[in-house]
C-alpha cells in the first residue's frame, strides 16, 4: 500500500494536505451540528465497544494485509499494442495511491466523506443523524457511512440495508483504521470502489469514462467520476449525461464550499468541454482467433480465475499488422475458390517464424463472426502428400538416401490387417525408376510408401514427434501418403523446424506473461535446440524448393528461394499448401466442416498455393531475401 500523504495544491494560505484541511473544515463548523456530535461521541463509541463483543464472528481485518484484489488481465501483441482485455464480473486495474489526480482524490473526499481524515473509522455526528433520520422513518433511510465504512461493506458485506448491517461496519472500519493508515485506506477504496459498466477502481473508470489514466484526470472529470459513486448505472454519463453533469456541478461546489478549490477553478471547471471514452468491460477482441488462443493456452496453464482475476500481462507473439494480411488473404483466397467453384466452406491459416517458433498470425476460419471455432489449432485434418517430407527427411538423415538416390514407382503390395494395401498415384500411372527429388516434386505417392517401409515408419513418427507433432499417429501403411489427422499449427511449427536447418523450440502463442507489478509468471523466449540433422534437413530444403520452381507447387513461387509442398488427400476433402522461407512457415488448409468432398480436381497446387503465395509476397515485402544454406555446407551422415 501507498503511504504518501495526499497533497492539498498551495493556494494563498491554503494548508499543505487534505488532513490539515479537514482539521481546518473542523474548526471553522461550529453550532448545534458540533455539538450534537461531541455530545454523542462518547454515547456511540462506546455503544460500538459493547456491540463489538456481539460481533466476533465478524471477518478479520488484518487478512486486508495480504489481499489481493481482482484484476482485469490485458492481452497484448508482440509489439505491445492492446489486443483485448479480460475479466470476470470487476474490470479492475489496481494503482497506488501516488498514481492517482490530487483532483480525483480531493473530490471524492469531498463528496463522500470530507472528515475522513479527522474520524477513526466512523464519524460519530453523521451516525447519530443517519439514526435519527432512520428512527422517525422507521426504515433505512439515510447511512452516515464513512469511506472506511464503505470499503468494509464492499469487502466483506451484503449490500442489504439494515441496522445489523451498520453496526457491523461500524465495527469493522473501527478495527480496520487500527491497523492500517489512512492512505491505505483511501488506497483501498479507490481501487476497490464501483463506477458503473462493471469497472471497479480508478484507473479502470478513468481509462473508460475519459480514455485516460486516473493520474490524468482534470478536475472537470474528476468531479464528473467522483458523482458517480453514489448511484454509478444512473449516473452515468454514457446513459445520462445531462444527470451526470449535474452531479459533477454538485461536487465542484462542494469542493468550493470546503475551500478545497477556488471560485476561479469551480467556474473554469464547470465550463471545461469533456470529451468522453467508451465502455470498456467486456470488449470484443480485434483479433479473436488469436487472442481466444492465447486465453486457452493461459487457462490450461494457470487456471481460469487466474486468467480472469489475476491482472495479468500478456504479450502474444502475433504481429497484429502480419495477423491483418492473414485474415484479408483468407477471406479474398475464399471468395476467389467459391467464384472457381471450389466447394469449400473453410479455410485456416498459420504461419510460425523458424528462428523463434514464435506463431506470427493465425486465422481459424473465413469468418469469426459466424464460427468461433478455430480450425487452425483444434481442426485435425489429414494433411494429403504434405506429410510426405518428413518421410525423406528420415531417409537422408538414415545415411542411406540422398536427393538423387533412386527410388522404383513400381506396383507394389504390402499387408495391412487383414488385407493387402496397394498405393496408387494420382493420375493412376506409373513411372518406373526415378530420383527422390523428381518424385517429391512430382509428388508420386508410390516410391514414398516404398521408402517408408523401407527405413521405418516409427522412426517417421519418432522424427514428428521431436520437431513437434502430438496428435495421434499410428504406423499405418499409407502414413506416408497423409493417413494421419493434424492440425495447420502443427504442420506449419513442424515445417519450421526445417526451415532452420533443424532447430527447435516449442511452437507458441505466448512470448510472456507477468503481474500486474511486472513479476514474470511465464517466460516463453526460445530456447532452440538442434534436434535434426543439418545435411538432411538441408537436402530436403533443396528438393522442395523444386517443388515450387518446377513440380506441383509451381503456383506458390515467389520472387526468392522458397520450399514447400503441396497436399491433397485422396477423398479429396483436404488440400494444403505448406511452405517457408528461412524468416517465415506458412501452413494453409482448405475444406469443409463436415468433411463433404471439395470436388474432383481440386489439389493444394492448383487452389491453395496461389493463397500461399499471396500471404507470403505481403507478408515479406519488407523482409531481405535470404537464402537457404546448401547441403553442401554440412557433413552427410
Known amino acids: 500500500m501507498a503511504s504518501n500523504t495526499l497533497q492539498q495544491r498551495k493556494q494563498p494560505g491554503a494548508p499543505e494536505t487534505i488532513y490539515q484541511v479537514v482539521k481546518t473544515v473542523g474548526k471553522v463548523t461550529g453550532g448545534m451540528v ?81 472528515y475522513f481524515y479527522s474520524h477513526r473509522g466512523v464519524n460519530p455526528g453523521a451516525v447519530l443523524r443517519a439514526f435519527l433520520a432512520n428512527w422517525s422513518t422507521g426504515a433505512t433511510v439515510e447511512g452516515g457511512s464513512t469511506l472506511t465504512m464503505q470499503l468494509v461493506k464492499n469487502l466483506f458485506l451484503t449490500p442489504k440495508r439494515a441496522f445489523s448491517r451498520k453496526v457491523a461496519e461500524s465495527v469493522l472500519a473501527l478495527r480496520l483504521e487500527q491497523i492500517f493508515s489512512k492512505e491505505q485506506v483511501f488506497e483501498m477504496y479507490l481501487n476497490q470502489v464501483y463506477w458503473g459498466h462493471n469497472t471497479y477502481g480508478a484507473e479502470t473508470a478513468a481509462e473508460s469514462y475519459f480514455g485516460k489514466s486516473s493520474a490524468k484526470l482534470t478536475l472537470a472529470e474528476s468531479a464528473m467520476m467522483a458523482g458517480l459513486i453514489q448511484a454509478p448505472e444512473s449516473l452515468s454519463p454514457f446513459i445520462d449525461y445531462k444527470g451526470a453533469k449535474q452531479r459533477q456541478l454538485t461536487v465542484l461546489r462542494r469542493m468550493k464550499d470546503l475551500n478545497w478549490i477556488t471560485p476561479q477553478e469551480e467556474a473554469v471547471a464547470r465550463k471545461q468541454p469533456l470529451k468522453l471514452g467508451k465502455i470498456t468491460s467486456f470488449q470484443g477482441s480485434t483479433i479473436p482467433y488469436v487472442t481466444e488462443a492465447a486465453v486457452q493456452e493461459l487457462t490450461k496453464r494457470f487456471g481460469k480465475d487466474a486468467v480472469l482475476k489475476g491482472g495479468m500481462r500478456v504479450q502474444t507473439t502475433v504481429d497484429t499488422k502480419l495477423q491483418r ?168 511449427g513442424a515445417y519450421a523446424t526445417f526451415a532452420s536447418n533443424g532447430w527447435y523450440s516449442e511452437t507458441t502463442l505466448i512470448v510472456q506473461v507477468t503481474d500486474s507489478t511486472g513479476n514474470i509468471l511465464l517466460d ?114
Not at 598 to 604: D, K
Open 325 to 492: 494480411v492473414a485474415e484479408d488473404v483468407v477471406k479474398r483466397g475464399h471468395a476467389n475458390l467459391v467464384n472457381q467453384g471450389v466447394y469449400a466452406d473453410q479455410m485456416a491459416l498459420v504461419a510460425v517464424d523458424p528462428r523463434t517458433h514464435f506463431v506470427k498470425a493465425m486465422v481459424g476460419g473465413v469468418d469469426h463472426r459466424k464460427s468461433q471455432y478455430n480450425r487452425a489449432m483444434q481442426s485435425l485434418r489429414q494433411p494429403g502428400s504434405a506429410l510426405k517430407p518428413f518421410v525423406y527427411y528420415t531417409a537422408f538423415a538414415s545415411g542411406r538416401y540422398a536427393p538423387d538416390s533412386t527410388v522404383s514407382d513400381s506396383p507394389v503390395s504390402y499387408p495391412d490387417g487383414y488385407e493387402y494395401y496397394s498405393p496408387q498415384n494420382y493420375d493412376n500411372s506409373f513411372a518406373g525408376p526415378m530420383s527422390i527429388r523428381r518424385a517429391l516434386e512430382q509428388s508420386r505417392n508410390v516410391p514414398v510408401v516404398r521408402l517408408g517401409q523401407d527405413i521405418g515408419l516409427n522412426k517417421v513418427i519418432d522424427v514428428m514427434r521431436t520437431i513437434g507433432v502430438r496428435s495421434p499417429i499410428e504406423p499405418v501403411v499409407s502414413l506416408p501418403l497423409g493417413s494421419v489427422d493434424l492440425t495447420p499449427l502443427e504442420m506449419a
Open 34 to 114: 458540533l455539538g450534537v456530535a461531541m455530545l454523542s461521541s462518547s454515547v456511540v463509541a462506546g455503544g460500538l465497544v459493547g456491540l463489538a463483543i456481539s460481533f466476533r464472528n465478524l471477518p478479520d481485518v488484518r487478512i486486508l494485509r495480504s489481499y489481493v484484489p481482482s484484476e482485469t488481465t490485458h492481452i497484448y501483441d508482440v509489439k505491445g499494442k492492446l489486443l483485448t482485455s479480460i475479466h470476470g464480473e470487476a474490470n479492475r486495474e489496481v494503482v497506488p495511491l501516488d498514481q492517482i489526480s490530487p483532483d480525483l482524490k480531493r473530490a471524492v473526499l469531498a463528496i463522500e466523506d470530507s
Open 524 to 637: 516463453n523466449t526460445p530456447k532452440p535446440q538442434l534436434v535434426l540433422d543439418p545435411w538432411s534437413t538441408a537436402s530436403l530444403t533443396d528438393v522442395l524448393q523444386g517443388v515450387i520452381t518446377r513440380g506441383t507447387g509451381v503456383s506458390a513461387r515467389l520472387d526468392r528461394p522458397a520450399a514447400g509442398k503441396t497436399g491433397t488427400t485422396s477423398s479429396e476433402r483436404d488440400i494444403w499448401f505448406v511452405g517457408y522461407v528461412p524468416q517465415l512457415s506458412t501452413a494453409v488448409w482448405v475444406g469443409n466442416d463436415d468433411y463433404r468432398p471439395i470436388g474432383r480436381g481440386a489439389t493444394g497446387g492448383g487452389y491453395v498455393a496461389p493463397v500461399w503465395r499471396d500471404f507470403m509476397q505481403q507478408a515479406l515485402r519488407d523482409v531481405p531475401v535470404e537464402n537457404f544454406r546448401s547441403p553442401s555446407e554440412f557433413s552427410r551422415p
